[in-house]
């Protein structure tokens, strides 16, 4: 029997029909596609609230008229499905420049993260957004930082400073993803930087997945941040444990976003997308995380407190093949795995 608790509501990421995709592996799978496998999910009667999206084509338009975002809202909001967090989509490749390139480079970021915002309100004006960030990064590689630490977490602060005041000015929030593959982003050290010199705390923050995080407690990219042993034996619970806490209590702070995931302790990387957390099923044998125990670590206090630092969750598995995404028990499994998420750790609102 499913929970009582209604909060946090339950979204599925359509981006996984995009990241990895391409020309060098397999296409796309289209908006509809994916919104209709997330409609048609049920699990005793539960079913998904939601969905956060990808805001790049073949998606959605980058330079969507009102029209468009309209049809958008028709299209999630007649399935049943509420539009939560949206990912603005920051690099070269789809029209946006790295935060700490050059000021072309720099404008180019802000002015994508505009479009978001603006998709974002009117998404809100249409009724069928109440809740959701927009999602950043920084469209930077961990090598390129690298070669001037200070001075390129600088750069970054002062774009993400300006995108701030963009996004306050459309009532949004943003939240910067937390994967190795984003440079002054790429560790848990390195993220905490990146947003006290940002210094804008009311508007930007966090996001947290439970795939990607959990990387950076092993070091990959900032092995200086490890909090893990080098050779660990993933057979000790204790161990994983005591270092998930200390990440989670250091970023905890700042997170207001949240992806549920999975992974199994390698690395991956598909079409464009450079090497980052492996996303796995929830039912892969070899994935590392007790997903309800490790969300927790998020959805928690270091007293055991709910925080409700958010209003949804999303479940976030890029990098499947399309064969996996196009199954419906796939995300049976999925939703059934987020509902004991908000079992454990949900709240009646």
């Given at each position: ?138 469209a930077s590689s961990p090598g390129a930082w690298a070669k001037d630490p200070k001075g390129n977490t600088k750069k970054i602060a002062k774009t993400f400073r300006e995108a701030c005041s963009v996004a306050a000015d459309y009532g949004e929030r943003l939240a910067c993803e937390g994967e190795i593959c984003w440079g002054g982003l790429h560790s848990w050290k390195a993220m905490i930087d990146t947003l006290e010199e940002t210094d804008r705390p009311q508007v930007i923050g966090f996001q947290a997945d439970m795939a ?138």
């Amino acid at each position: 029997m499913a929970s009582a608790n209604n909060f946090p509501k339950l979204h599925n990421a359509m981006w996984p029909g995009l990241v990895g995709k391409g020309a060098d592996s397999e296409p796309p799978i289209d908006l509809d596609t994916m919104i209709d496998l997330t409609a048609k999910t049920s699990v005793n009667g539960v079913k998904f609230d939601g969905i956060d999206i990808f805001h790049a084509a073949p998606h959605t338009n980058i330079d969507a008229d009102d029209d468009e975002i309209e049809k958008l809202a028709d299209k999630a909001g007649g399935r049943g499905l509420a539009i939560g967090s949206i990912v603005a989509p920051v690099w070269p490749p789809v029209g946006g420049g790295s935060a700490m390139g050059s000021a072309s480079d720099r404008k180019k970021f802000v002015d994508n993260v505009r479009k978001s915002c603006k998709l974002g309100r009117r998404l809100r004006e249409l009724g069928v957004r109440t809740y959701g960030v927009i999602r950043i990064d920084s469209a930077s590689s961990p090598g390129a930082w690298a070669k001037d630490p200070k001075g390129n977490t600088k750069k970054i602060a002062k774009t993400f400073r300006e995108a701030c005041s963009v996004a306050a000015d459309y009532g949004e929030r943003l939240a910067c993803e937390g994967e190795i593959c984003w440079g002054g982003l790429h560790s848990w050290k390195a993220m905490i930087d990146t947003l006290e010199e940002t210094d804008r705390p009311q508007v930007i923050g966090f996001q947290a997945d439970m795939a990607h995080t959990m990387l950076y407690t092993m070091g990959y990219n900032a092995p200086k941040s490890r909090l893990l042993p080098a050779k660990f034996d993933w057979k000790s619970k204790k161990t994983l444990d005591e270092a998930l806490r200390k990440m989670t209590d250091a970023l905890r702070p700042w997170t207001i976003d949240f992806h549920v995931a999975q992974n199994d302790g390698t690395v991956k990387g598909l079409g464009y997308h450079d090497k980052t957390g492996r996303h796995c099923m929830v039912t892969d044998p070899n994935g590392k995380l007790n997903i309800p125990k490790h969300a927790g670590f998020w959805l928690r206090d270091g007293h055991g407190e709910l925080i409700k630092a958010f209003r949804h969750i999303c479940w976030d598995g890029c990098m499947f093949p399309n064969e996996t995404m196009l199954k419906q028990q796939t995300w049976n499994d999925i939703l059934a795995t987020m509902i004991k998420v908000r079992e454990a750790h949900g709240w009646v609102a």
